[in-house]
T-cell receptor, first 112, second 114 residues
Framework: RKEVEQDPGPFNVPEGATVAFNCTYS??????FFWYRQDCRKEPKLLMS???SGNEDGRFTAQLNRASQYISLLIRDSKLSDSATYLC?????????????FGGGTRVLVKP | DAGVIQSPRHEVTEMGQEVTLRCKPI?????LFWYRQTMMRGLELLIY????????DSGMPEDRFSAKMPNASFSTLKIQPSEPRDSAVYFC????????????FGPGTRLTVL
């Protein structure tokens, strides 16, 4: 089983709609969770951290479910510019230091 | 503030040649990471450093790959000799440490080995 698993998509989303997707992680000792965004032929960029209580950043909402070991990302009022691959990232609790494990990404395509 | 800087941005070379990729992390960050990304394998961690010391190089594919960090503001990833299967985008990332483990990526080096 992969440490971090994501549905690769693509999720085809009409502009203005809401889209949500999850990722699951295998290590129950993981403490830090992030969503990164990667545009085509660009580097991954930090979108938001994910906190235990859930958190929002504008149109983006992240949730953490420790019991079921998954995190989610919800995008409201989707914009064309939201088209990207979203990477679920979890700290590797077994490793020393700041090692993170990246999921394979969920591709989102927002269409007019 | 300057982000992570990588050079060159693109490199095309022939099989058997030596390739050196360079990275300047964000000032004050304690951790530096080298990743490789391909369509087939996704993002793979090759090696990472803490305070210039290599911590985990288990992701380095083979002896043809080596990485150094001679000081806090510079790191290199060297491939010698290069092979076509090394073609990928190589990212460098840095992380603050001190209980903050989010990573910030450079723009990457797109390597093509012919």
């Amino acid at each position: 089983r992969k440490e971090v698993e994501q549905d690769p998509g693509p999720f085809n989303v009409p502009e203005g709609a809401t889209v949500a997707f999850n990722c699951t992680y295998s290590n129950s000792a993981s403490q830090s969770f992030f969503w990164y965004r990667q545009d085509c032929r660009k580097e991954p960029k930090l979108l938001m951290s994910v906190y235990s209580s859930g958190n929002e950043d504008g149109r983006f909402t992240a949730q953490l479910n420790r019991a079921s070991q998954y995190i989610s990302l919800l995008i409201r009022d989707s914009k064309l510019s939201d088209s990207a691959t979203y990477l679920c990232v979890v700290n590797n609790a077994k490793a020393a230091g700041n090692k993170l494990t990246f999921g394979g990404g969920t591709r989102v395509l927002v269409k007019p | 503030d300057a982000g992570v800087i990588q050079s060159p941005r693109h490199e095309v070379t022939e099989m058997g040649q030596e390739v050196t990729l360079r990275c300047k992390p964000i000032s004050g960050h304690d951790y530096l990471f080298w990743y490789r990304q391909t369509m087939m394998r996704g993002l793979e961690l090759l090696i990472y450093f803490n305070n210039n010391v290599p911590i985990d190089d288990s992701g380095m594919p083979e002896d043809r790959f080596s990485a150094k960090m001679p000081n806090a503001s510079f790191s290199t990833l060297k491939i010698q000799p290069s092979e076509p299967r090394d073609s990928a985008v190589y990212f460098c990332a840095s992380s603050p440490g001190q209980y903050r483990n989010e990573q910030f990526f450079g723009p990457g080096t797109r390597l093509t080995v012919l």
